[in-house]
């Protein structure tokens, strides 16, 4: 694996200056960007690996050993079925307990095509917010919700500041891994699932405990093994089905008419949050003062943890502070302890296919 300092202007994922491979690492001061092509693995599969990399380098740094019995160690035993992928035999038969109407999702119009086309607006950059967690759960608590629909809640009602009124309805989305209930807890593979939540403009301005029963409640239904299985399966009759196609011109116009991300029956949202959840990492906590994922697009939100403190990483196409102003407004609101990092320039490597041998 190749590490290199960063450069103004970085290697492609794939390419031969990092030896073909689709990840590498670049640093600069006490900054470390691990670029990785969302091909390999998704957040949760990926964090295990970068904190076992941040371990190490504490180590050699350092010369410490910080006790992190949760972290993976150089010469650990593979955990059970962690590299085994899944198939149709994991998935379940029933019939799913719950389908969503698909709705029109609301977009930042203006923004987008901005972020997208307008070389004067475009400015792709990332907020990392710093939240105490303390202060977090007891706001989760008094609402009846949880980590994941609390974050729901906040972004959909900033957008209901900034979307026309004639969009009555707004839609988060999110990336769940129904691994667990696949009988695969500890696979690294992506075969994600996706859930929506529909907020009436009304009930965002209402009772916010009333809100936050109805977003966790709808997130539950379809993180239900019989529907998040359902989307899944989905996904591998779309491969198999590629698979049929001949010739790999085929193959990209199959794909590009049928993928549940881009294709004739895609679903969107009005905005993207993903949580990869509490992970422990021990004392070498201490030597880190943040960490954020980055990707693609605009009001697209990562949510990480680390020991008492939550992040949240905000991706914007273009420059502005409307919604940080918003954000951090909310969190007064909810007397959550808060402060904000960046902004800082987005930097994601495009890819290239790698080499034959």
């Not at 504490?58 to 198939?87: C, D, F, I, Q």
């Amino acid at each position: 694996m190749v590490v290199i300092p960063t450069e103004e202007k970085l290697p492609k994922l794939g390419s031969s200056r990092i030896n073909d491979h689709l990840l590498f690492v670049d640093c600069e001061g006490k900054d470390i960007f691990f670029n990785i092509s969302h091909a390999m693995c998704g957040g949760r599969g990926f964090l295990p690996w970068l904190m076992t990399n941040v371990y190490q380098y504490v180590v050699e740094r350092y010369r410490v050993h910080p006790n992190a019995p949760g972290l993976r160690k150089v010469g650990s035993a593979l955990l059970p079925g962690e590299t085994e992928e899944p198939s149709m035999d994991n998935l379940t038969s029933d019939e799913p307990i719950y389908r969503r109407k698909s709705v029109k999702a609301p977009i930042l119009a203006w923004d987008y095509l901005n972020g997208l086309v307008n070389p004067l607006k475009r400015k792709p950059n990332y907020l990392v917010f710093e939240l105490d967690q303390e202060g977090l759960m007891r706001a989760v608590r008094e609402l009846d919700s949880s980590v994941i629909s609390f974050f729901f809640m906040i972004f959909a009602r900033i957008l209901d500041q900034v979307l026309p009124e004639k969009n009555r309805t707004i839609v988060g989305e999110a990336a769940h891994n129904p691994r667990e209930s696949m009988g695969l807890p500890h696979s690294h593979s992506d075969f994600l699932s996706h859930v929506y939540v529909d907020f009436d403009r009304d009930r965002l301005r209402g009772d916010l405990t009333r809100l936050g029963t109805m977003t966790r409640g709808q997130i539950i239904l379809q993180t239900d093994p019989t529907v998040s299985h359902e989307e899944v399966r989905r996904l591998f009759t779309l491969y198999e089905e590629i698979d049929q196609q001949h010739g790999l011109r085929n193959k990209r116009k199959y794909m590009a008419k049928h993928s549940l991300s881009t294709g004739k029956d895609v679903q969107h949202g009005s905005f993207i949050l993903n949580y990869t959840g509490q992970m422990d990492w021990g004392e070498v906590a201490d030597y880190v003062d943040f960490y954020a994922f980055i990707i693609e697009g605009h009001y697209t939100i990562e949510i990480t943890a680390l020991a008492d403190r939550v992040f949240v990483g905000l991706m914007q196409l273009v420059r502005t502070d409307r919604y940080e102003n918003a954000f951090m407004a909310e969190m007064e609101r909810f007397g959550i302890p808060c402060k904000v990092h960046g902004p800082y320039p987005k930097r994601l490597m495009k890819h290239e296919l790698p080499h034959s041998t």
